[in-house]
């Protein structure tokens, strides 16, 4: 279908101008630009809109997503028209840095994604998705900060158009009340008492304390020692003592205890065991599904299968090497 007169209309129409000027919406549209929606191929055929749309923000380089609210009401004005356009629109704010970043951060976590697959998804550049893994890295002049803290992936690697992820950050923002705040902290001060998953559950908590404001800092320490009395020390522990905000899951077990790490990961493990006969060694450990009960778990190893109790697990590591 020529859509040539409802492209005239549009442009001259101030009603369907947006936040921006009307300067801007005619030169997207009908500029003499590279961008411009008329510079396209056969622009007037609607059968061919959603790949110049795409070609037109992708060539503008100022704010893309001024681009695209203009054409997300284009697209509006043609369907009231009749004209039905099954464009697929980013599914972020491409022009906010820290947004398409948490986005790719993310995306790439499934083996699937490609990386070449952004710029399609994402109407950004090739280069411009090149340097947002470059940050991601922490490997430019200004890394990502959240609430203070740096934000970077270690070890991230590129392969044949996949990223590998050592260890998967999901970025959480979230924005619960106080008492929310509260009900969370006394969770994962729960969970602190379980030896497996102690540590994580303490890094997850002095994340959520170091984004808290004073106020509510003073007001948790009033609730849990006037209103509902408890035991302030694990409270007190909660302050960071280092200016990053994402610990890989090996880096979430200090202690050498890698175990939970290779369960969820069904990857092979290594055990210096405290056991009845004394201080000994499985290896190629295999975790058992399904066996965990009471403090203790079953693995197939190289001693044959066996069950093993946290509070006797002394080391823990990847390989037998690492535990001599």
């Given at each position: 279908?020529?859509?040539?007169?409802?492209?005239?209309?549009?442009?001259?129409?101030?009603?369907?101008?947006?936040?921006?000027?009307?300067?801007?919406?005619?030169?997207?549209?009908?500029?003499?630009?590279?961008?411009?929606?008329?510079?396209?191929?056969?622009?007037?055929?609607?059968?061919?809109?959603?790949?110049?749309?795409e070609y037109s923000?992708?060539?503008?380089?100022?704010?893309?997503?001024?681009?695209?609210?203009?054409?997300?009401?284009?697209?509006?004005?043609?369907?009231?028209?009749?004209?039905?356009?099954?464009?697929?629109?980013?599914?972020?704010?491409?022009?906010?840095?820290?947004?398409?970043?948490?986005?790719?951060?993310?995306?790439?976590?499934?083996?699937r994604h490609k990386?070449?697959?952004?710029?399609?998804?994402?109407?950004?550049?090739?280069?411009?998705?090149?340097?947002?893994?470059?940050?991601?890295?922490?490997?430019?002049?200004?890394?990502?900060?959240?609430?203070?803290?740096?934000?970077?992936?270690?070890?991230?690697?590129?392969?044949?158009?996949?990223?590998?992820?050592?260890?998967?950050?999901?970025?959480?923002?979230?924005?619960?009340?106080?008492?929310?705040?509260?009900?969370?902290?006394?969770?994962?001060?729960?969970?602190?008492?379980?030896?497996?998953?102690?540590?994580?559950?303490?890094?997850?908590?002095?994340?959520?304390?170091?984004?808290?404001?004073?106020?509510?800092?003073?007001?948790?320490?009033?609730?849990?020692?006037?209103?509902?009395?408890?035991?302030?020390?694990?409270?007190?522990?909660?302050?960071?003592?280092?200016?990053?905000?994402?610990?890989?899951?090996?880096?979430?077990?200090?202690?050498?205890?890698?175990?939970?790490?290779?369960?969820?990961?069904?990857?092979?493990?290594?055990?210096?065991?405290?056991?009845?006969?004394?201080?000994c060694l499985y290896?190629?450990?295999?975790?058992?599904?399904?066996?965990?009960?009471?403090?203790?778990?079953?693995?197939?190893?190289?001693?044959?299968?066996?069950?093993?109790?946290?509070?006797?697990?002394?080391?823990?590591?990847?390989?037998?090497?690492?535990?001599?």
């Open positions: 279908m020529n859509i040539s007169t409802y492209i005239d209309e549009y442009a001259r129409k101030k009603k369907y101008y947006l936040s921006c000027d009307a300067e801007t919406v005619h030169n997207l549209i009908k500029g003499d630009g590279k961008y411009s929606f008329k510079s396209q191929p056969d622009y007037t055929n609607s059968e061919n809109l959603a790949y110049n749309i923000v992708k060539s503008y380089t100022r704010d893309k997503d001024i681009a695209i609210s203009i054409y997300k009401d284009f697209c509006a004005f043609l369907k009231s028209k009749g004209i039905e356009i099954n464009v697929s629109f980013p599914p972020i704010a491409v022009s906010n840095s820290f947004e398409r970043l948490m986005f790719i951060s993310k995306y790439l976590q499934d083996p990386v070449s697959d952004l710029q399609d998804l994402l109407w950004v550049s090739e280069r411009t998705i090149q340097n947002d893994l470059i940050k991601l890295r922490g490997r430019d002049n200004d890394p990502i900060q959240i609430c203070g803290k740096v934000f970077k992936i270690d070890n991230l690697e590129r392969g044949k158009d996949v990223v590998h992820f050592p260890s998967t950050a999901h970025p959480l923002f979230l924005t619960p009340n106080l008492t929310q705040v509260l009900v969370t902290l006394k969770g994962l001060k729960t969970m602190g008492e379980n030896p497996l998953y102690a540590e994580y559950a303490h890094l997850v908590a002095m994340d959520i304390w170091e984004q808290l404001s004073d106020y509510a800092k003073t007001r948790i320490h009033f609730v849990l020692s006037e209103l509902l009395p408890e035991d302030l020390a694990w409270y007190e522990k909660l302050r960071k003592q280092d200016d990053e905000s994402f610990y890989s899951e090996y880096r979430c077990s200090p202690n050498g205890n890698i175990f939970l790490d290779c369960i969820k990961n069904e990857k092979t493990f290594c055990v210096e065991y405290d056991g009845e006969d004394g201080i290896s190629n450990c295999v975790f058992i599904p399904r066996s965990m009960a009471d403090g203790s778990f079953e693995v197939n190893s190289n001693q044959g299968k066996v069950r093993l109790h946290f509070d006797k697990i002394l080391r823990s590591a990847y390989t037998a090497e690492e535990l001599i």
